[in-house]
C-alpha cells in the first residue's frame, strides 16, 4: 500500500533551537495516527512541514506524491488541517466563512455548507463569529478541514472546547473518513481519547521520534503489567493465602484484587483464577494505557540522553 505521506530523516531548525530532529515515518491512507508529546515536543512544527507552511532545514517530506518544500503543491486541495488555536474573521457568519473556504478549495458551495449540519451549527449558521463560543469555532474550524472530503486530514488539539457528546460526534466523523480510506492525523494532549481510536502512535520528545507503531505493538515493546482485576469472595486473608506469591497487588475494596500481571504471567494467573474452587467470581483484564506507554518511552528516553 503506497504511503500518502513520506517523512525521511526531517530536521527543522529555528536559529539555535532543533525543533525536530532526524524524523521518519510513513502514514497510509485508511489509518488514523496519533501524534503525540510534551509541549514543544515538535508535533505541531512536524504538521507544518507536512502542510508546506515550514521548510525542513534536513531530510525530505512528500505528501500525496508532492514536495510542500520545493512548492509541488498540487494535491492541497485534498488536504484538510484543522491548527490548534482556530481564528476566524468575527465579522462574518459561519455560512460565509465556510462559504470563503470552499471557494478557495475550488469546491461546490452548497455542499460545504451541508457540514455546518454535520458539526451541529446548522442553526447558527447566519449568527456572526463573534457570537460564537469557543466550541462553536472549534466545531467551524473542523468543518473547514473537512471540505472536499480530504485525502489527508491533519489535526491539532481538534477535541480542545467540545463537550463530551460533541467529541462523540467529532470522532464518528473522522472514523468515517478513516473508513474511506483517507490519511488522519491527530495531535493531541488527551491520550485517553486517542488510545481508543488511533490505528498508530508516534510519541514525540524534544523533536525526536522515540517511538512509533501501533498501540499493541508499543505495548509489547515496552512489557508494561497489564491490571487484572478480580472480584473475589472470602476474607483477606484467605485472598492473600489464594493468590501466593503475586509481587504486586492491591485490595481495591473489600471484594476487588488489583494486581499487576506482567505478560508472561497473566495468562497463569488467569488460569488459577478460573479453576474450580477459585474464590473469583469476576475477571476484567486492563492491558497498560496510552498514557502509561507515552510515560514508559519519555522515562526511557530521559534515562538514555
Not at 457540514?115 to 447566519?126: F, M, P
Request: glycine share 8%.
Amino acid at each position: 500500500m503506497k504511503a500518502t505521506v513520506e517523512i525521511k530523516h526531517v530536521s527543522k531548525r529555528y536559529g539555535k533551537i532543533e525543533a525536530v530532529r532526524d524524523v521518519s515515518f510513513d502514514l497510509a491512507p485508511g489509518e488514523i495516527t496519533a501524534l503525540v508529546g510534551h509541549n514543544g515536543a515538535g508535533k505541531t512544527t512536524l504538521l507544518k512541514l507536512m502542510l508546506g507552511l515550514a521548510h525542513p532545514t534536513a531530510g525530505t517530506i512528500r505528501v500525496l506524491g508532492d514536495n510542500p518544500a520545493a512548492g509541488e503543491f498540487a494535491a492541497r486541495s485534498k488536504v484538510g488541517y484543522l491548527p490548534e488555536n482556530v481564528s476566524f474573521n468575527a465579522a462574518l457568519t459561519g455560512r460565509e466563512i465556510l462559504s470563503f473556504y470552499a471557494r478557495l478549495k475550488g469546491e461546490p458551495v452548497a455542499k460545504a455548507l451541508r457540514l455546518l449540519d454535520r458539526v451541529g451549527l446548522g442553526s447558527a449558521s447566519a449568527r456572526r463569529v463573534a457570537t460564537y463560543s469557543k466550541g462553536m469555532r472549534q466545531r467551524l474550524g473542523l468543518a473547514q478541514a473537512l471540505i472536499g472530503e480530504p485525502q489527508v486530514l491533519l489535526l491539532d488539539e481538534p477535541t480542545t472546547g467540545l463537550d463530551p457528546a460533541l467529541r462523540l460526534s467529532f470522532y464518528e466523523i473522522v472514523q468515517a473518513l478513516r473508513d474511506r480510506g483517507a490519511t488522519v492525523v491527530l495531535s493531541s494532549h488527551a491520550l485517553a481519547e486517542l488510545g481508543e481510536r488511533a490505528d498508530r502512535v508516534v510519541i514525540m520528545s524534544h523533536g525526536a521520534m522515540v517511538a512509533h507503531g501501533s498501540i499493541d505493538e508499543l505495548r509489547r515493546i515496552a512489557q508494561l503489567p497489564a491490571k487484572v482485576r478480580l472480584t473475589v469472595s472470602g476474607e483477606t486473608e484467605t485472598i492473600r493465602n489464594w493468590l501466593g506469591r503475586v509481587e504486586k497487588w492491591r485490595q481495591v475494596n473489600g471484594h476487588v484484587v488489583e494486581i499487576d500481571a506482567t505478560p508472561e504471567r497473566k495468562i497463569e494467573l488467569l488460569r488459577r483464577a478460573t479453576d474450580v474452587g477459585a474464590p473469583v467470581k469476576d475477571i476484567d483484564v486492563v492491558p497498560p494505557t496510552l498514557d502509561e506507554i507515552y510515560a514508559h518511552f519519555l522515562r526511557t528516553q530521559e534515562a538514555a540522553r
